[in-house]
């Protein structure tokens, strides 16, 4: 355990580039050996969307991280957080307690509350646009929720009293989880199941990209799943039921042109007819 705190303690920027890099190229190909579905559609101009939109959460993350360099500091040395206030306990359970409660606040609430707030939707309903859903729809986020999602990872930070390294560890995990599900792969469904009990699988996360609600309002979760089971938001449905993207925008003029993706927060609300 040591060896991994001091790795993450002085992780290079590069590092941390190439785990974000390998992970798309590793589900990118396994994508290719054993598909899900098979999407009629150019995998390279889609992907070059969702890229650009990594592209961009790679930036606003990079510009704001003395942020959150400054809150892990500034929890650790002032013994601030549940896990400054808990007794001396096993590294490893310590490790496992940061990244529970790093997920719950950084990635299920963040989600959760993007879903239940109207303005934080318009952000985060780019990413549900995707209508061929792949490991890299991991990273379509539109910028505005970039920053949003960085707000609740550094109040994440806070409440929890998260160590930089731990942050470190967790950001990595949370990069890796979130290319492999939503990976277009398709596991043995006992497998996936069995994986659904303790982490976000596949399957349980593509219900999430159902086009129509009450799906796209479930299965929130990143890494842990026990969120979604805890909080009565997990649900489950049948693969081949599934269909992706969002019902307001399901013309490809509207989810699959970069420019009007990025217009889409500050354009009128689409109703339904």
């Given at each position: 355990m040591e060896a991994i705190i001091d790795y993450f303690t002085t992780i290079p920027s590069l590092h941390r580039g190439l785990i974000l890099a390998g992970g798309i190229a590793f589900f990118w190909l396994l994508e290719s050996v054993k598909p899900l579905f098979v999407f009629d559609y150019k995998k390279w101009n889609h992907a070059g969307i969702n890229i650009f939109f990594t592209i961009t959460t790679i930036i606003v993350n990079f510009v704001m991280a003395f942020i959150l360099l400054m809150a892990a500091q500034w929890a650790v040395q002032n013994k601030f957080g549940v896990l400054q206030w808990l007794p001396q306990i096993n590294i490893w359970v310590f490790t496992i307690i940061g990244l529970?409660?790093?997920?719950?606040?950084?990635?299920?609430?963040?989600?959760?509350?993007?879903?239940?707030?109207?303005?934080?939707?318009?952000?985060?309903?780019?990413?549900?646009?995707?209508?061929?859903?792949?490991?890299?729809?991991?990273?379509?986020?539109?910028?505005?929720?970039?920053?949003?999602?960085?707000?609740?990872?550094t109040l994440g930070v806070l409440i929890v009293g998260s160590p930089m390294w731990l942050?470190?560890?967790?950001?990595?995990?949370?990069?890796?989880?979130?290319?492999?599900?939503?990976?277009?792969?398709?596991?043995?469904?006992?497998?996936?199941?069995?994986?659904?009990?303790?982490?976000?699988?596949?399957?349980?996360?593509?219900?999430?990209?159902?086009?129509?609600?009450?799906?796209?309002?479930?299965?929130?979760?990143?890494?842990?799943?026990?969120?979604?089971?805890?909080?009565?938001?997990?649900?489950?449905?049948?693969?081949?039921?599934?269909?992706?993207?969002?019902?307001?925008?399901?013309?490809?003029?509207?989810?699959?042109?970069?420019?009007?993706?990025?217009?889409?927060?500050?354009q009128k609300p689409k109703k339904l007819n």
């Open positions: 529970l409660l790093l997920d719950l606040i950084g990635a299920y609430l963040a989600h959760l509350v993007q879903h239940r707030t109207k303005w934080m939707w318009r952000f985060h309903l780019i990413h549900h646009t995707d209508t061929w859903i792949d490991t890299t729809t991991a990273n379509r986020h539109h910028p505005g929720e970039s920053v949003i999602r960085f707000i609740f990872t942050v470190f560890l967790y950001q990595s995990m949370s990069v890796v989880f979130s290319q492999f599900n939503h990976a277009n792969i398709s596991l043995p469904k006992k497998l996936d199941t069995l994986i659904s009990y303790v982490i976000v699988s596949p399957d349980m996360h593509k219900v999430h990209h159902h086009y129509v609600l009450p799906y796209t309002d479930s299965n929130y979760g990143n890494i842990f799943s026990i969120w979604d089971r805890l909080f009565g938001t997990f649900t489950t449905l049948k693969n081949d039921q599934i269909v992706y993207g969002v019902d307001t925008h399901m013309k490809p003029e509207e989810n699959n042109n970069l420019k009007n993706l990025l217009k889409i927060p500050f």
